[in-house]
């Protein structure tokens, strides 16, 4: 019995249909890079733009712990499903006017069908994470890669010494940040970010995080765990 199951599965699997499936599936995973720069797959992992984990069935402007939407969006009644989507990656603001996406739509009706057949099966309950174009993308990202948006943020509670701030001053025009290994960098005052992340993977209270902003040059990003934190930190003394 168990041989003439498996032979059955292996005959469906095997079809044109299935094999046309996965093929178009597979794609839309390599086309799916593109939009980890601002989307995670993970349930409230929310980048630029928010998760889109169980995405189909829900309301657009509706996930909880994303603040970010455009009133346009919250107001358009949309609910997110295979027609609505396809529309939407088609052209975005001819369907939701004022929204604030900053993307043009795709005019390829194939990479479309390619995107949604993938997004499909990775946003429903229970996808694991581990097996999406995102986190192998972030496998090659790094550090670099998740503070520019792209792929996953790295865990800023882990930190080595030469991450790991002490202390910051500002004389004129120049920061100076002097990390846990006793080095202290000078940065011109438009070239070093302040940033806060909140997040789970955020830094610890008071122990503030530098990072590469993953530009040419001396830019760099300095993240603390809340807003408060940024003035208590930085002494004005040259």
Known sequence: MHRILFAALAAILASPTARAQQDSITRGEHDFRVCAACHSLETDRNMTGP?????WGR????LPSFDRYSDALKASAIIWDDRSLDAWLTDPARM?????????GIKDSRVRADLLAFLKEATKPGAAPERTAQNRMNGMGGMMGGMMGGGR?????????TQRVTSISHCRDTYRVTTADGKTRPFWERNLRLKTDSSQDGPQSGAPAIVSAGMMGDRADVIFAAP???????????
């Open 51 to 55: 998760s889109l984990a169980n995405l």
């Open 59 to 62: 309301k657009a402007g509706s």
């Open 96 to 104: 939701v006017p004022d929204n604030e996406m900053p993307f043009e």
């Open 153 to 161: 943020a790295p865990n800023l509670k882990a930190l080595d010494a």
């Open 228 to 238: 408060g934190e940024i003035s208590r930190t930085i002494e004005d003394h040259c």
